[in-house]
């Protein structure tokens, strides 16, 4: 399972989910889909905005967890 970082990384950077989605262009209801592990998939060029504003690498937004790991 592929684990989204999204709240760590705002809180460290002392920013709003509303703020995130004024700067990278992406709606509060994607990014929250994103942010809740519900999302599908994710556009490069998102990830791209996303590794921009919020200043960190993809391996700091995204993770692996084994789906048996609790």
Not at 4 to 13: S, T
Not at 46 to 69: F, I, M, S
């Amino acid at each position: 399972m592929i684990t989204v970082d999204l709240d760590r990384l705002l809180q460290a950077r002392r920013m709003s989910l509303t703020e995130l989605s004024d700067r990278v262009g992406v709606t509060i209801a994607n990014l929250s889909v994103l942010k809740t592990g519900k999302a599908r998939a994710v556009r490069f060029t998102t990830l791209e905005a996303l590794c921009r504003e919020l200043e960190c690498q993809p391996g700091d937004l995204l993770g692996y967890r084994h789906e048996d790991e609790t």
